[in-house]
């Protein structure tokens, strides 16, 4: 089978499987501003009708995208023999205009309007779930409820209170085990599952089916990955108003970062909802487990050439090496990988030549990936038997990564604390971790009431958070504001510039205070620095289990199940240190907590008053968060900085 024969069907299995309507989609992130409007309104079946219909238009979005792109790349092939420049752009143009019919016929006419970051990224981590999950309990439709809450609690494995509230669901009356299913669950993943909880049980006739269904299924998802790749590029640093760059250097620049995302499909592909790390040696295991599956079943022949697929993706691997001796001692003849692993990896190395290539004319250097890392294995200790000396061990067990925690400085507390009325309340130790202090009496009472006026007079609802007037729990209202934005309401004369000036002034005293007694060895400089008020939403506070923010890590993402925290963006990598300080206490609820690197397991909890200061390193190794608040508004100092 060629390449071409294989794109054609797989590309007719994604035609006939995704039907789409032909009459115009509503956008998302309008129906989506609709839901959340009438949650906070209380109008719950509204709720529904929209956040359902958000759901429904992104998801539609997508599949149209692919299926167009699919569709007009069919349609519009370049020739295998050499062809002219004028041939080259005759196919650019066509699937370009075969694109926007396509588009328009089944979307409707398409608008200049682009959907943000934001609303994206909340579809993406199926926030719309958790406003359809109290939506359907408070309309007492539980088993709606219940498939919610376990959809959103797939990618956010870290949310505590949404598994509580699954370990509740579980014992309510009209719920059972069919509505704890996922409905964004990936079918490549789902059949790869089935197919290894069917090994583990010794049924590998059954497994084999799964495991190639699961094949089946990447390879059409990798198709629909890379046809989503095709849209914007963003080209960082670069000023289009005085781009001079030719015309092939413009297209050499774009298709490398289309090229460069389609290479990560892979690791997309490998990566399950709301985890930061892909499955390690994700594809490449199919074909192990296919080929011991296949041994077990006497089919040799079919266990020869998975076997010899895994050689394509880890060459020389001493136990799979072994294992193709003896299936060709067994048969008496040699076969080839499978087609569709040969071509997947002659791709993946194509890409890697053209991806230098393209990366050296933008002028940066790329770095491959560790796409398949060998050291994930068959779970399990099963042999089979070696043409030499009888038996021989399969891989064993891969071994879990332990988190690895890098700390900012040699790590060092107990300095001065610079004034006289500041008290040590807790240090590292009674706080149960690493660079943790908690202090009293950092301003005083008049101090804290003079910053709440100033509070009241310049925080705005979302401020801070790009706008959002909830960005981390639909039951709160979040409002805020920076010293920039204080300092020059006070030049405005908009506020008391002496109130604006003790905003910054304070600011500045928790950072010398913090640098002083971590005795660091080198300045802190201010990297952020937010007046936050959190208010709870009257009529949303009963049988509430949500945090008002959930377990993370300032200067890392954290991956609860893998026990480690990634240094990478959109992490605010380059903060070190981070404090907070409170206003008031005069609220319920709203204690700042530390946990382990799991999420889970409380290590410290603080309850905030006037005065107040917890201030840690901000990494990995303080994994923190803040409980819901119930009643009132917390009002607090949130410093991060360099």
Same mark, same amino acid.
């Given at each position: 089978?060629?390449?071409?024969?294989?794109?054609?069907?797989?590309?007719?299995?994604?035609?006939?499987?995704?039907?789409?309507?032909?009459?115009?989609? +509503?956008?998302?992130?309008?129906?989506?501003?609709?839901?959340?409007?009438?949650?906070?309104?209380?109008?719950?079946?509204?709720?529904?009708?929209?956040?359902?219909?958000?759901?429904?238009?992104?998801?539609?979005?997508?599949?149209?995208?692919?299926?167009?792109?699919?569709?007009?790349?069919?349609?519009? !092939?370049?020739? #295998?023999?050499?062809?002219?420049?004028?041939? @080259? @752009?005759?196919?650019?143009?066509?699937?370009?205009?075969?694109?926007?019919?396509?588009?328009?016929?089944?979307?409707?006419?398409?608008?200049?309007?682009?959907?943000?970051?934001?609303?994206?990224?909340?579809?993406?981590?199926?926030?719309?779930?958790?406003?359809?999950?109290? #939506?359907?309990?408070?309309?007492?439709?539980?088993?709606?409820?219940?498939?919610?809450?376990?959809?959103?609690?797939?990618?956010?494995?870290?949310?505590?209170?949404?598994?509580?509230?699954?370990?509740?669901?579980?014992?309510?009356?009209?719920?059972?085990?069919?509505?704890?299913?996922?409905?964004?669950?990936?079918?490549?993943?789902?059949?790869?599952?089935?197919?290894?909880?069917?090994?583990?049980?010794?049924?590998?006739?059954?497994?084999? /089916?799964?495991?190639?269904?699961?094949?089946?299924?990447?390879?059409? =998802?990798?198709?629909?990955?890379? =046809?989503?790749?095709?849209?914007?590029?963003?080209?960082?640093?670069?000023?289009?108003?005085?781009?001079?760059?030719?015309?092939?250097?413009?297209?050499?620049?774009?298709?490398?970062?289309?090229?460069?995302?389609?290479?990560?499909?892979?690791?997309?592909?490998?990566?399950?909802?709301?985890?930061?790390?892909?499955?390690?040696?994700?594809?490449?295991?199919?074909?192990?487990?296919?080929?011991?599956?296949?041994?077990?079943?006497?089919?040799?022949?079919?266990?020869?050439?998975?076997?010899?697929?895994?050689?394509?993706?880890?060459?020389?691997?001493?136990?799979?090496?072994?294992?193709?001796?003896?299936?060709?001692?067994?048969?008496?003849?040699?076969? #080839?990988?499978?087609?569709?692993?040969?071509?997947?990896?002659?791709?993946?190395?194509?890409?890697?030549?053209?991806?230098?290539?393209?990366?050296?004319?933008?002028?940066?250097?790329?770095?491959?990936?560790?796409?398949?890392?060998?050291?994930?294995?068959?779970?399990?200790?099963?042999?089979?038997?070696?043409?030499?000396?009888?038996?021989? +061990?399969?891989?064993?067990?891969?071994?879990?990564?332990?988190?690895?925690?890098?700390?900012?400085?040699?790590?060092?507390? *107990?300095?001065?604390?610079?004034?006289?009325?500041?008290?040590?309340?807790?240090?590292?130790?009674?706080?149960?971790?690493?660079? !943790?202090?908690?202090?009293?009496?950092?301003?005083?009472?008049?101090?804290?009431?003079?910053?709440?006026?100033?509070?009241?007079?310049?925080?705005?609802? *979302?401020?801070?958070?790009?706008?959002?007037?909830?960005?981390?729990?639909?039951?709160?209202?979040?409002?805020?504001?920076?010293?920039?934005?204080?300092?020059?309401?006070?030049?405005?004369?908009?506020?008391?510039?002496?109130? #604006?000036?003790?905003?910054?002034?304070?600011?500045?005293?928790?950072?010398?205070?913090?640098?002083?007694?971590?005795?660091?060895?080198?300045?802190?400089?201010?990297?952020?620095?937010?007046?936050?008020?959190?208010?709870?939403?009257?009529?949303?506070?009963?049988?509430?289990?949500?945090?008002?923010?959930?377990?993370?890590?300032?200067?890392?993402?954290?991956?609860?199940?893998?026990?480690?925290?990634?240094?990478?963006?959109?992490?605010?990598?380059?903060?070190?240190?981070?404090?907070?300080?409170?206003?008031?206490?005069?609220?319920?609820?709203?204690?700042?907590?530390?946990?382990?690197?799991?999420?889970? /397991?409380?290590?410290?909890?603080?309850?905030?008053?006037?005065? !107040?200061?917890? *201030?840690?390193?901000?990494?990995?190794?303080?994994?923190?968060?803040?409980?819901?608040?119930?009643?009132?508004?917390?009002?607090?100092?949130?410093?991060?900085?360099?």
């Amino acid at each position: 089978m060629d390449m071409n024969s294989y794109l054609s069907g797989t590309l007719l299995v994604i035609f006939h499987s995704i039907l789409l309507s032909s009459a115009a989609v +509503e956008p998302f992130d309008l129906l989506y501003d609709n839901a959340i409007d009438a949650f906070h309104s209380g109008d719950y079946e509204n709720v529904v009708r929209y956040m359902e219909g958000a759901l429904s238009s992104f998801a539609k979005l997508r599949h149209t995208k692919v299926r167009c792109r699919l569709k007009c790349k069919d349609k519009h !092939r370049f020739d #295998a023999d050499p062809f002219s420049d004028l041939k @080259f @752009f005759d196919v650019i143009l066509r699937r370009a205009s075969c694109l926007n019919d396509c588009m328009e016929n089944k979307l409707g006419p398409q608008s200049m309007h682009k959907v943000s970051e934001d609303v994206i990224q909340d579809f993406n981590r199926r926030i719309p779930y958790n406003y359809l999950q109290m #939506a359907y309990l408070k309309l007492k439709e539980l088993d709606k409820a219940a498939t919610a809450a376990h959809t959103y609690f797939q990618a956010n494995p870290e949310h505590v209170e949404m598994g509580r509230n699954l370990e509740q669901y579980k014992n309510m009356k009209g719920v059972d085990s069919k509505h704890f299913m996922d409905r964004e669950a990936r079918p490549h993943q789902k059949a790869f599952a089935e197919g290894v909880k069917l090994y583990e049980q010794d049924q590998y006739g059954e497994a084999i /089916t799964f495991f190639e269904e699961a094949l089946t299924q990447y390879f059409k =998802a990798d198709l629909e990955c890379r =046809a989503l790749c095709e849209g914007p590029q963003r080209f960082v640093e670069q000023d289009h108003v005085l781009y001079r760059y030719s015309l092939y250097e413009l297209i050499s620049d774009h298709y490398t970062q289309v090229l460069h995302c389609e290479h990560e499909c892979v690791r997309d592909l490998a990566t399950r909802p709301g985890r930061l790390s892909p499955m390690e040696n994700y594809l490449p295991l199919h074909y192990d487990y296919l080929q011991f599956a296949f041994f077990k079943e006497s089919r040799f022949q079919e266990a020869l050439a998975c076997a010899q697929s895994y050689l394509l993706f880890h060459a020389g691997d001493e136990f799979m090496t072994d294992n193709v001796e003896y299936y060709q001692e067994v048969l008496g003849h040699s076969a #080839a990988p499978r087609e569709d692993a040969d071509w997947y990896v002659k791709r993946h190395q194509q890409e890697l030549e053209l991806l230098k290539v393209g990366s050296q004319n933008m002028g940066v250097e790329y770095t491959e990936g560790n796409y398949w890392s060998s050291s994930g294995g068959r779970e399990d200790s099963k042999r089979i038997p070696s043409g030499t000396d009888g038996w021989m +061990e399969y891989v064993p067990i891969s071994e879990k990564k332990n988190g690895t925690i890098t700390v900012v400085q040699e790590l060092k507390e *107990g300095g001065p604390l610079l004034y006289d009325n500041v008290k040590l309340i807790q240090n590292s130790e009674a706080l149960n971790g690493t660079q !943790r202090v908690l202090l009293d009496d950092v301003i005083s009472e008049d101090e804290c009431t003079e910053l709440k006026s100033l509070a009241h007079a310049v925080t705005m609802a *979302g401020d801070g958070y790009r706008g959002k007037m909830s960005p981390h729990t639909p039951n709160e209202k979040f409002e805020g504001a920076t010293v920039l934005k204080t300092l020059q309401f006070g030049y405005e004369g908009r506020v008391s510039l002496k109130s #604006a000036r003790m905003f910054y002034d304070v600011s500045e005293k928790a950072r010398k205070i913090i640098e002083s007694y971590f005795m660091l060895n080198s300045t802190l400089h201010f990297s952020y620095t937010h007046l936050v008020c959190r208010t709870a939403i009257t009529g949303q506070q009963d049988h509430r289990n949500d945090l008002s923010h959930p377990i993370h890590a300032d200067n890392c993402l954290l991956d609860p199940e893998a026990n480690e925290c990634w240094k990478e963006p959109p992490a605010y990598t380059c903060r070190d240190y981070s404090a907070l300080l409170y206003l008031n206490g005069d609220f319920e609820g709203g204690e700042f907590i530390f946990t382990e690197m799991d999420a889970k /397991t409380l290590t410290a909890q603080v309850k905030p008053r006037c005065g !107040r200061m917890v *201030g840690f390193s901000s990494g990995g190794e303080n994994p923190h968060g803040v409980r819901a608040v119930t009643k009132g508004q917390r009002r607090d100092f949130r410093q991060m900085r360099l």
